[in-house]
């Protein structure tokens, strides 16, 4: 089954830190995307990234980064020179299964103090 | 850019009530979801539906829980009587094609409180 793990419930920075936001999956499929979402105060979720198993590459969109590393089976998203804005939680989430399900992590909430 | 849209934003209902919550899909996305969230707790899987029949659904969704499309613009979850436990944010998503690479397109969710 597709699962996805974030260990860190909680994390804290003050404004124009870096920030990783770590997640572990567990796949059997070959090929496979994952996706992160965020979810700011407001309760939408907002789809992030989309990213292919078959592209080991960095992958950046301003000050978001994330890194994807099949070794180790990890797929972390950097936020940079974080804002107050950023504050939120994200979530990881494996490819869908047999249905489409999308199985979201537990998220990581994020707060950036000013 | 194209948005799911989830109405009521917010419905308060009493214990005992049936409840129905509204999303409009993407116009050409074929799949639809159907998720919830209780309060500060992970997002969690509720149904699919495609070609107007559920496709799957999780041990949560139960015999007081039932979609329907009632015409060719609407995707509408009903809780026919609705429990205090019941009370959480419904986000509706939908997608294009069976592509394992899709990501879902989510409303901005209806929150549910059972009083």
């Known amino acids: 089954a597709q699962k996805v793990t974030q260990a860190q419930t909680e994390i804290s920075v003050v404004e124009k830190e870096d920030v990783t936001l770590d997640c572990v999956y567990e796949?059997?499929?070959?090929?496979?995307?994952l996706f992160w979402y965020k979810q700011p105060p407001s309760g939408e979720l907002v789809f992030l990234i989309r990213?292919?198993?078959?592209?080991?590459q960095n992958e950046i969109s301003g000050r978001y980064s994330w890194n994807f590393q099949k070794s180790t089976s990890s797929f972390n998203f950097t936020i940079t020179a974080s804002q107050v804005v950023d504050s939120a939680v994200y979530f990881c989430?494996?490819?869908?299964?047999?249905?489409?399900?999308?199985?979201f992590g537990s998220g990581t909430q994020l707060t950036v103090l000013p | 850019e194209p948005e799911v849209t989830q109405t009521p934003s917010h419905q308060v209902t009493q214990m005992g009530q049936e409840v129905i919550l509204h999303c409009v899909p993407i116009?050409?996305?074929?799949?639809f979801y159907w998720y919830r969230q209780i309060l500060g707790q992970k997002v969690e899987f509720l149904v699919s539906?495609?070609?107007?029949?559920?496709?799957?659904k999780s041990e949560i969704f139960d015999d007081q829980f039932s979609v329907e499309r009632p015409d060719g613009s609407n995707f509408t979850l009903k809780i026919r009587s609705t429990k205090l436990e019941d009370s959480a944010m419904y986000f509706c998503?939908?997608?294009?094609?069976?592509?394992?690479?899709?990501?879902?397109?989510f409303g901005s969710g209806t929150r549910l409180t059972v009083v």
């Open positions: 998503a939908s997608s294009e094609v069976y592509r394992n690479e899709d990501g879902y397109t």
């Open positions: 796949t059997r499929d070959t090929t496979y995307y």
């Open positions: 990213r292919n198993s078959f592209d080991e």
């Open positions: 989430a494996p490819p869908p299964g047999s249905a489409r399900q999308l199985t």
């Open positions: 116009s050409n996305h074929l799949y």
């Open positions: 539906f495609y070609n107007n029949e559920i496709s799957e």
